[in-house]
Structure formats: C-alpha cells, structure tokens
Antibody, heavy 118, light 107 residues
Framework: EVQLVQSETEVKKPGESLKISCEGS????????IAWVRQMPGKGLEWMGI????????RYSPSFQGQVTMSVDKSINTAYLQWSSLKASDTAMYYC???????????WGQGTLVTVSS | AIQLTQSPSSLSASVGDRVTITCRAS??????LAWYQQKPGKAPKFLIY???TLQSGVPSRFSGSGSGTDFTLTISSLQPEDFATYYC?????????FGQGTKLEIK
C-alpha cells in the first residue's frame, strides 16, 4: 500500500526556520515525483512545486520560487519542504503528494499544519 | 501560468440529484486534467485523470469529460458521502495549477 506520512504540527515565530518532512513507503520512492501543495485556512489548493527523488530535479511554481526549498533524502525515502525565515502568511496546511509521470497526484500525505505567530 | 476557473463556486443539492461541475482552462490543455475530492479536515482524494479516466476504486457515479479548455465532472446520483469540495488540476504544463474549488453542500 502506498503511504505518505508527514511530520507533525509545527508552531513557529516569524523569522524562524522550519523543515517539514514526507516519508514515502509501499512503492519505489525514487521513481515517482513528490509534489507540495499549500492550503491556507479556509482556502483552496495551491501547487508549490515538485521534486523527483531519483535525481532531485525540482520545479517550483513562480509564486513559491525563492520562498521555500524542496529536497529529498533517498536513503530514508523522505522529501522535505523548508523555510529559512517564516512569515505569518506561511500559516497553512501543507500536503505532499505522489506525482505520476504524467503530472497528477494519486496519493496524498495527511498534511502538516504550520502556524506562524508571534 | 494556466488558470483554471471552476463553476459554480458552491452548489446545494439533494441526495439522488445529478450534479455537474465545470472547469475552464485559460488556454488549451488537451486532456491533461485531474479531479480531486476534499472533505473537511482531510487530504484531497484523487478521482479522475486525463479528464475522463476513473481512478481505481472510485464509484462509477462519478464521470468526467472534456478536452481543450472545457471540462466537466458529473455525479450521476449524489450520495451522502459525496458532499465535499471538488478541485480540478491541470498537468499540461508547469506550473501545474488547481481550480479554486467547488463546494457541494446538502440542500
């Protein structure tokens, strides 16, 4: 069974750094893209970008380019999303999802809630 | 970036009704469209890909159609578990994008 398990809820202050994770299991982790999707409170889904664990090829949405960094550790089947300096506007639920070669997302993590507040 | 506009933004319907949600792309995307269902407090669930292909395990009352710029998601006979928010997503070109969502509520 394909599973994506994300790290737990985070509460941070503005200016702090953060790295959240997404561990894949039940499939070949290096052969499928991992996407990150933001959902701000009460809002819709926003595609942030996508990374290919096999070679770390990464594509960012222009809206998120320079604001976050995506990475992977193939040795532990884990993808990461990180911020160097959080803002209050980063408060949201963040989902990882397994991307097929075509570009749709057939399995999703449970989400990581990030709250940034002073 | 390709914009996806869903209509309506919200919809009230009853169990047993047939409902249709529309997704319009700002430029042609061939059949590179997927549909997802999201219930409150839950992760999205993948329903349909390539505009009309049902993901394994998705009930046959769900169907999708369209190509180019205009797409539809139809639920032939609403069940209580179908009340949720639905999103379309294009995967024709980067950056991939989602529609703004259609909230399906019980009348």
């Amino acid at each position: 069974e394909v599973q994506l398990v994300q790290s737990e809820t985070e509460v941070k202050k503005p200016g702090e750094s953060l790295k959240i994770s997404c561990e894949g299991s039940g499939y070949s982790f290096t052969s499928n893209w991992i996407a990150w999707v933001r959902q701000m409170p009460g809002k819709g889904l926003e595609w942030m970008g996508i990374i290919y664990p096999g070679d770390s090829d990464t594509r960012y949405s222009p809206s998120f380019q320079g604001q976050v960094t995506m990475s992977v550790d193939k040795s532990i089947n884990t993808a990461y999303l990180q911020w160097s300096s959080l803002k209050a506007s980063d408060t949201a639920m963040y989902y990882c999802a397994r991307g097929t070669g075509a570009g749709f997302f057939d399995s999703w993590g449970q989400g990581t809630l990030v709250t940034v507040s002073s | 970036a390709i914009q996806l506009t869903q209509s309506p933004s919200s919809l009230s319907a009853s169990v047993g009704d047939r409902v249709t949600i529309t997704c319009r792309a700002s430029q042609g995307i061939s059949s590179a469209l997927a549909w997802y269902q999201q219930k409150p407090g839950k992760a999205p669930k993948f329903l349909i890909y390539y505009a009309s292909t049902l993901q394994s395990g998705v009930p046959s009352r769900f169907s999708g159609s369209g190509s180019g710029t205009d797409f539809t998601l139809t639920i032939s006979s609403l069940q209580p578990e179908d009340f949720a928010t639905y999103y379309c997503q294009q995967f024709n070109s980067y950056p991939y994008t989602f529609g703004q969502g259609t909230k399906l509520e019980i009348k």
